[in-house]
């Protein structure tokens, strides 16, 4: 694999559970380096498109391509990938430490001074029984799990998804941070892809079994705008520009791109509207329906 | 992969080490509720016996029905799945831990036992039935996991999986069991290995393809699921698929019909049977015990029904196993053109039957315990009954119907005085003077020095050159064998003993054989010995040959048993019946002069009788062979035809 060669490549994947299309021809690239959130509501495939790629779950056409590997089902993919579930689950007969203990006898590049490292800065007690741990402990223990073996790609599969907001806190601006500014490429899908906007480079909307959209973080930042109009007659909806809400005479509108805006002013459909730079959280909401 | 094992044997180490105690617990317990009769050790066997014949296979159900069901769980996949090993190498895994347990177990059985099976020696069936038992124990493991895995449930698993385990080993069971007792009609050897492989490879890989389904979300397919299943029926069908084709195979299975326990030797009743072989022997009686018929056939392959047997209902197919029924007979042939037959069925009554190729047979008589009576031929052929208050006779005569008893002797008197009177009266016989070394025949005399003479008649053999006697003797204390010629000369012949009632047999040819025997170092490894016949023969021209050694013989056929038959002796050649897979024909003045023919397949059971009685049977013009698939005739030269 060259050094500027995708990490991550998926062409054309295709599954169905069923009379359910969940990937739909999905193409999606990841560089190395990046960090992406894939954006989706509930059922959109995003953990299948995970688990394909860990080759977890086998496609039904399509191609994969990780750290330049194909999945064979094998498992090697795995071993180089770091994953945190989304609901993390441990042998509950297992001390924290005899699961760290046999989960490095899977992985060649296993760091036990990362792993114990991450555990105190955690705050994980090796003694106890992963059996009791509490869902926040126990996404601890994943994430412990996820990066002890140096991995090069990270899937986190809504890794903040029921904690509370102090482990939030800790592994969005810990964890992730220091991960990312290690040079790793890390796909995140979340449902509140708001409280990571500060840590994407880019944003992938996955609906209908594709990637719908992809944005540069930064534009969804800076590039995504609230119209807010007085009108009886709003503008509809087009590419690069979704209704968030209408009472009355009252609309809101989400543009998307500074030209997309410059096109409806100078159409005059906006005219008179307020305009501003729309929150993280409701442009994801707007991406979500655009 | 050791560190999967190792997990899951700490998954289920709480269920196994409480099956272990129990294992171990059942020690103090059985020798606690012991019978007083019982030694601690008797007791100690039994308690191991239930373990090894219904506690282990339930266990190993439990335990598979158990990891199966897990494996297939979500909780699995979440736990174990992220790993980088294959999901297929996780399943295998599992499996690869109940197998172990199931191994411990078993050894700590065997250990209960003192590593020694409570037998003094393990018979054949005894020895298969262990080695079964080790296959069955890993196929149940392997089915009651894949089932449990497939189902998601220990107990549908495990019930399908002793289901297939069952469907398989039972055929299987009794195609061991008819081919021990019976007939060795289809390759064990073969069928073994390809059904084990059936069974074993055939899960591994529905396992591989459920994995593909279950945990890797492969979509279903046609062919998919007709492979699983397919794979996962492949030993049951396989292994009725052989019962199946032993049954085919058992139908065309032919046999002689002979006596059970004849001597293959012409000892005094049956030497009056076997007077007129040469006549006697154009003719086979042959049965066939699928179908419980019975026939005389001829080299030309006409046949005359003697039994006409019974219907087989529908294909015929018995899933115990073939159901055979088998019959026993004497015939002799009289002077007259008529041949006697004593029949006895399985099946049905036994009865005197008498007739002749081309009019056919018809019922004569039906007797009670044929089994207690013998056919006599000669001149007067006739029919002898040992019954509890001695021995009755009644001639059989082609003018009369039914028989016609009355006692000869008592039993404590014997029938021999009564058979050497026949010889006498039908001139077949010599009698010894009182000086017990001068035997007369018709006006005939001949002295032997130290013959062993007897006061019962000796019975003669026809030569080309007339009525001759054959005498044991002993000088300088040692056994030799004296022919009395109808020249006068008495002739030392053999340097061994040989009396025409004890050791020697006759060819439908007129010559007369004896065998010593010699137990050999092989040819081949030391280690093994074998038996190597050498041959004292009278050929019918009148020849003596003494000490003709096989040894070439068995070693270009690799017949080891001694099992080498003489079947015809004249015209400057040998004719023998190598084990019956083969008649060799030697020249007798060159033992290294052999040629071959191999003989079609007989039925060979292991036991003694069927492997020699007479499968190969000699007629005047070649040799009838009753083989597995129907009857062959093969000519002296060799050229052999199926003829039914």
């Known amino acids: 694999m060259k050094d500027n060669d995708p990490v991550l490549s998926?062409?054309?994947?295709?599954?169905?559970?069923?009379?359910?299309?969940?990937?739909?021809?999905?193409?999606?690239?990841?560089?190395?380096?990046?960090?992406?959130?894939?954006?989706?509501?509930?059922?959109?495939?995003?953990?299948?498109?995970?688990?394909?790629?860990?080759?977890?779950?086998?496609?039904?056409?399509?191609?994969?391509?990780?750290?330049?590997?194909?999945?064979?089902?094998?498992?090697?993919?795995?071993?180089?990938?770091?994953?945190?579930?989304?609901?993390?689950?441990?042998?509950?007969?297992?001390?924290?430490?005899?699961?760290?203990?046999?989960?490095?006898?899977?992985?060649?590049?296993?760091?036990?001074?990362?792993?114990?490292?991450?555990?105190?800065?955690?705050?994980?007690?090796?003694?106890?029984?992963?059996?009791?741990?509490?869902?926040?402990?126990?996404?601890?223990?994943?994430?412990?799990?996820?990066?002890?073996?140096?991995?090069?790609?990270?899937?986190?599969?809504?890794?903040?998804?029921?904690?509370?907001?102090?482990?939030?806190?800790?592994?969005?601006?810990?964890?992730?941070?220091?991960?990312?500014?290690?040079?790793?490429?890390?796909?995140?899908?979340?449902?509140?892809?708001?409280?990571?906007?500060?840590?994407?480079?880019?944003?992938?909307?996955?609906?209908?079994?594709?990637?719908?959209?992809?944005?540069?973080?930064?534009?969804?930042?800076?590039?995504?705008?609230?119209?807010?109009?007085?009108?009886?007659?709003?503008?509809?909806?087009?590419?690069?520009?979704?209704?968030?809400?209408?009472?009355?005479?009252?609309?809101?509108?989400?543009?998307?791109?500074?030209?997309?805006?410059?096109?409806?002013?100078?159409?005059?459909?906006?005219?008179?509207?307020?305009?501003?730079?729309?929150?993280?959280?409701?442009?994801?909401?707007?991406?979500?329906?655009? | 992969m050791k560190n999967l094992i190792k997990l899951q044997l700490k998954k289920s180490f709480l269920s196994f080490a409480v099956i272990l105690a129990a294992i171990l617990f059942s020690v103090p317990l059985a020798l606690w509720v012991k019978a007083a009769a019982m030694t601690p050790r008797e007791a100690i066997n039994l308690a191991m016996l239930y373990w090894a014949a219904a506690g282990i296979p339930l266990v190993v159900l439990i335990l598979s029905g158990i990891a199966g069901a897990e494996a297939a769980k979500e909780q699995a996949r979440t736990t174990e799945q992220p790993l980088p090993v294959s999901q297929y190498g996780l399943l295998l895994s599992s499996l690869a831990a109940v197998l172990?347990?199931?191994?411990?177990?078993?050894?700590?059985?065997?250990?209960?036992?003192?590593?020694?099976?409570?037998?003094?020696?393990?018979?054949?069936?005894?020895?298969?039935?262990?080695?079964?038992?080790?296959?069955?124990?890993?196929?149940?493991?392997?089915?009651?996991?894949?089932?449990?895995?497939?189902?998601?449930?220990?107990?549908?698993?495990?019930?399908?999986?002793?289901?297939?385990?069952?469907?398989?080993?039972?055929?299987?069971?009794?195609?061991?069991?008819?081919?021990?007792?019976?007939?060795?009609?289809?390759?064990?050897?073969?069928?073994?290995?390809?059904?084990?492989?059936?069974?074993?490879?055939?899960?591994?890989?529905?396992?591989?393809?459920?994995?593909?389904?279950?945990?890797?979300?492969?979509?279903?397919?046609?062919?998919?699921?007709?492979?699983v299943v397919m794979l996962l029926a492949a030993a049951p069908l396989a292994s009725f698929a052989s019962l199946a084709w032993l049954n085919l195979k058992a139908r065309n299975v032919t046999l002689p019909v002979t006596r059970m326990f004849a001597s293959p030797y012409a000892v005094d009743k049956h030497l009056y049977a076997s007077r007129d072989i040469k006549e006697a022997s154009r003719l086979l009686l042959v049965q066939r015990p699928f179908y419980g018929d019975a026939f005389f056939i001829d080299k030309e392959g006409n046949r005359s029904m003697i039994d006409a047997g019974r219907k087989i209902p529908g294909p015929g197919l018995s899933y115990l196993f073939p159901d055979l029924t088998f019959a026993n007979a004497e015939s002799v042939f009289a002077p007259s053109g008529v041949r006697y037959l004593l029949y006895m069925p399985q099946a049905g009554g036994n009865r005197i039957m008498q007739g002749n190729a081309k009019t056919g047979f018809a019922f004569r008589a039906a007797v009670k315990n044929g089994w207690s009576m013998d056919l006599l031929g000669g001149k007067e052929p006739g029919i002898l009954h040992r019954r509890d208050d001695g021995y009755y006779y009644s001639p059989l005569t082609p003018e009369k119907a039914g028989l016609n008893w009355r006692q000869i002797s008592t039993i404590k008197e014997g029938y021999l005085t009564f058979l050497g009177e026949k010889y006498r009266r039908e001139g077949t016989a010599a009698v010894f003077r009182k000086d017990g070394k001068t035997l007369e025949y018709r006006g005939r005399r001949w002295t032997i020095p130290g013959a062993a003479g007897t006061r019962l008649p000796v019975p003669g053999i026809e030569l080309a050159d007339g009525m001759n006697f054959i005498v044991p003797a002993e000088i300088n204390k040692k056994a030799v064998t004296y022919l009395c010629r109808p020249n006068g000369k008495a002739e030392l012949i053999w340097p061994e003993y040989f009396r025409l009632t004890q050791n020697l047999s006759l060819t439908p040819d007129g010559a007369v054989w004896g065998v010593g025997i010699k137990s050999l170092q092989s040819y081949g490894s030391p280690a093994v010995k074998i038996i190597n016949p050498e041959f004292y023969i009278l050929t019918a021209e009148g020849t003596p040959l003494s000490a003709v050694n096989t040894r070439g013989?068995?070693?270009?056929?690799?017949?080891?048993?001694?099992?080498?038959?003489?079947?015809?002796?004249?015209?400057?050649?040998?004719?023998?019946?190598?084990?019956?897979?083969?008649?060799?024909?030697?020249?007798?003045?060159?033992?290294?002069?052999?040629?071959?023919?191999?003989?079609?397949?007989?039925?060979?059971?292991?036991?003694?009788?069927?492997?020699?009685?007479g499968a190969v049977s000699p007629s005047p013009d070649g040799i009838f062979v009753a083989a597995t698939d129907g009857v062959y005739f093969m000519d002296w030269e060799g050229s052999s035809k199926k003829i039914y």
Request: glycine share 12%; hydrophobic share 45%; proline share 4%.
């Open chain 2, 553 to 613: 013989i068995m070693e270009r056929t690799g017949v080891t048993n001694g099992e080498i038959r003489l079947l015809k002796a004249g015209g400057g050649y040998l004719w023998f019946n190598a084990d019956n897979r083969y008649m060799v024909r030697a020249g007798i003045k060159n033992m290294e002069d052999l040629k071959i023919w191999r003989l079609p397949a007989v039925p060979r059971k292991r036991g003694y009788y069927y492997a020699r009685a």
């Open chain 2, 100 to 227: 172990l347990e199931l191994g411990v177990l078993i050894l700590a059985v065997y250990a209960i036992l003192g590593f020694n099976l409570p037998l003094e020696t393990l018979s054949k069936i005894q020895e298969e039935i262990l080695r079964l038992y080790i296959f069955a124990m890993v196929y149940l493991t392997l089915y009651g996991f894949v089932f449990s895995y497939a189902f998601g449930n220990g107990i549908a698993g495990a019930m399908t999986g002793a289901a297939a385990v069952a469907f398989t080993l039972y055929p299987f069971v009794t195609m061991s069991v008819f081919q021990q007792l019976a007939f060795e009609l289809v390759p064990m050897l073969f069928i073994k290995p390809a059904v084990s492989a059936a069974a074993l490879a055939g899960g591994a890989l529905a396992l591989k393809l459920l994995s593909g389904v279950n945990d890797r979300k492969a979509a279903w397919t046609a062919s998919k699921l007709t492979a």
């Open chain 1, 10 to 290: 998926c062409k054309g994947l295709r599954k169905n559970f069923g009379s359910k299309k969940v990937l739909d021809g999905l193409d999606f690239e990841a560089a190395p380096g990046e960090v992406i959130g894939i954006l989706g509501r509930n059922g959109s495939g995003k953990s299948t498109l995970f688990k394909v790629v860990l080759d977890l779950i086998a496609p039904d056409s399509g191609s994969v391509s990780a750290l330049g590997l194909a999945p064979d089902g094998s498992g090697k993919l795995r071993g180089l990938i770091g994953y945190v579930p989304e609901k993390p689950s441990f042998h509950g007969f297992m001390t924290v430490e005899e699961v760290l203990a046999f989960r490095a006898s899977f992985f060649p590049g296993w760091d036990k001074a990362k792993a114990a490292g991450l555990c105190k800065t955690l705050g994980l007690d090796g003694g106890a029984k992963a059996g009791d741990l509490s869902k926040g402990t126990a996404a601890k223990l994943a994430w412990v799990c996820a990066s002890a073996h140096n991995p090069k790609l990270l899937l986190l599969d809504e890794p903040t998804s029921g904690l509370d907001y102090l482990v939030r806190d800790h592994i969005l601006n810990g964890l992730i941070s220091e991960l990312a500014e290690g040079g790793r490429t890390i796909i995140i899908s979340n449902h509140r892809m708001g409280e990571m906007g500060g840590l994407l480079d880019r944003v992938c909307v996955l609906k209908g079994g594709k990637i719908s959209a992809d944005h540069k973080a930064d534009f969804i930042k800076t590039e995504t705008y609230k119209v807010t109009l007085r009108e009886e007659t709003p503008p509809a909806e087009e590419p690069g520009v979704k209704i968030i809400s209408r009472a009355g005479s009252v609309s809101e509108l989400a543009v998307f791109g500074r030209e997309k805006l410059q096109e409806l002013k100078n159409s005059e459909r906006i005219s008179g509207a307020e305009i501003s730079v729309l929150d993280l959280d409701s442009a994801f909401k707007a991406l979500l329906g655009e």
